[in-house]
């Protein structure tokens, strides 16, 4: 059984740039959050998906944006990138009615 | 509201016991407690849900005291591989028809093991 993944493992932009970030839930889950991770911190929450529609949501800015596919896959948008964008995303999946949620190995990205 | 982990940093020698505090200032639905290694993603621990209850999960186990609103992670007799960066997620809320309210962590505990 799979878990959660993500691609790509790493990417590298310029400020301004637009970038897309992709998670594959875990077997079975049906709800998709992200969230952004600054080197030595926890993870921040930036958006959840559940049936398709953004259902709650961190204090980001609208430059971050999402989707959710019918095969509950997700994607996070992100645009005219910042320096300050750089970080670790993480992709987390859940399910009815577990409680648990698990990450998938992320997305490094760094903006020059 | 960022729950506040205590201490930041510990360093065991390997048998040793530790505790990791983990406070917030608002009601707590449930704690959530991850372990992350150096450039990998936080592995799940356990969940606590309100009801105070404790759980554990062989030597490690926690507590979850929801009208002081703080959760505890108790690890015993510590291994090499306990090593890493404990972080505590807190929910506060299910107020709609999801699987799961967001979290919000607390800034880690970085737990050494030694030899």
């Known amino acids: 059984d799979a878990g959660v993944t993500q691609s790509p493992t790493h990417l590298i932009k310029t400020r301004g740039q637009q970038v897309t970030l992709r998670c594959s839930p875990k077997s079975g889950h049906d709800t998709v959050s992200w969230y952004q991770q600054a080197l030595g911190q926890g993870p921040q929450f930036i958006f959840q998906y559940y049936e398709e529609e953004e259902r709650q949501r961190g204090n980001f800015p609208d430059r971050f944006s999402g989707h959710q596919f019918p095969n509950y896959s997700s994607e996070l948008n992100v645009n005219a990138l910042l320096l300050g964008d750089s970080a670790l995303y993480l992709c987390?999946?859940?399910?009815?009615?577990?409680?648990?949620?698990?990450f998938g190995p992320g997305t490094r990205l760094t903006v020059l | 509201q960022q729950p506040v982990q205590s201490p930041q940093a510990v360093i065991l020698r390997e048998g040793e016991d530790a505790v990791i505090n983990c406070s917030s200032s608002k009601a707590l639905y449930s704690v959530h407690w991850y372990r992350q290694k150096h450039g990998e993603a936080p592995v799940f621990l356990m969940i606590l849900l309100k009801g105070g209850e404790q759980k554990g999960h062989e030597k490690i186990s926690a507590s979850f005291n929801e009208k002081k609103q703080q959760s505890s992670l108790y690890l015993t007799a510590s291994q090499l591989s306990y090593s890493g960066t404990y972080f505590c997620?807190?929910?506060?809320?299910?107020?709609?028809?999801?699987?799961?309210?967001?979290?919000?962590f607390g800034k880690g505990t970085k737990l050494s093991v030694k030899p």
């Open positions: 997620g807190t929910e506060g809320g299910r107020d709609y028809g999801g699987s799961q309210g967001n979290l919000i």
């Open positions: 987390a999946s859940s399910g009815n009615p577990s409680y648990e949620q698990f």
